[in-house]
Each structure stands twice: as C-alpha cells, then as structure tokens.
C-alpha cells in the first residue's frame, strides 16, 4: 500500500496510528491523513541517523521516536518541534513504547539493555541489561 505514496523517498520502518504517522531512514518522521486526503501533512526532522520507531502518547499531544543516533525524541504533534531529546543508549535505540497513561516510555538498543524513561522529566528510572 505505501510504496504507491510519492512522499516516501526511502525505507520505511514503522507506521504508528493515532493519527497515523511513520518514520524512515531518511531520518524523517511523517504525519498522514488516512482520513481524508490520503496525504502526508507534517515532515519532522531532528534525528541525525535512521528513525526506527515511533509511537504516540496515549492522549496525541506528543510522539516519541528513537533513532540510530542513540536518542529517544518527543515531538510535539501540533506543531512538529521536537521538545525534549533523551539520551543515555550507547547504540542504535530499535523501539520506543509509551504506557497507557503517556508517564513512562520504554525503549531497547543494541547495547543489549531495555530503559525506563519518564516522559515528563526526561530521567531513566531503571535498566535491564541482556
């Protein structure tokens, strides 16, 4: 379905709904309206390598996305600013998740360790290392 959208200029990773958004290797992080006009609405750019994952705060203020550059971001959705940056992998971050009421985030690497984040405050609350 989404290799006939024109606005993907690379390999999409990950497409998560509400409304609906995807993130590329070309570092990028689209919004889409699948309700109406099918087309891409907002391009986000903040990463400085591969966007794997991404995933809305329950609530669809705020988008988080992990990267290859070792960063976990949090985007505002209305206006497409990133407003907070957490750092702390020593690898490519593969996933990000939020819980269901958007106060805790966790995100695994290929450090070989999952991170529990909260959202608000930007603090690594625990790590698990495999």
């Known amino acids: ?48 390598h591969n966007v794997s994952s991404v995933s809305f705060v329950p609530a669809g203020d705020y988008l988080l996305s992990a990267s290859r550059d070792k960063t976990i971001k949090m985007w505002e959705v209305a206006t497409g600013y990133c407003v907070k940056t957490f750092t702390g992998h020593r690898e490519w971050v593969r996933m990000v998740r939020v819980n269901v009421d958007g106060s805790l985030m966790a995100s695994c690497s290929n450090d070989h360790s999952v991170r529990v984040w909260q959202t608000n405050s930007k603090e690594c609350k625990v790590s698990f290392f495999c």
Do not use: N, R, Y
């Open 1 to 48: 379905m989404f290799d006939s959208f024109s606005s993907f200029h690379s390999h999409l990773c990950l497409i998560s709904h509400s409304p609906t958004a995807s993130c590329s290797s070309d570092l990028s992080i689209k919004l889409w309206d699948f309700q109406q006009t099918f087309e891409c609405v907002k391009t986000m750019h903040g990463h400085d």
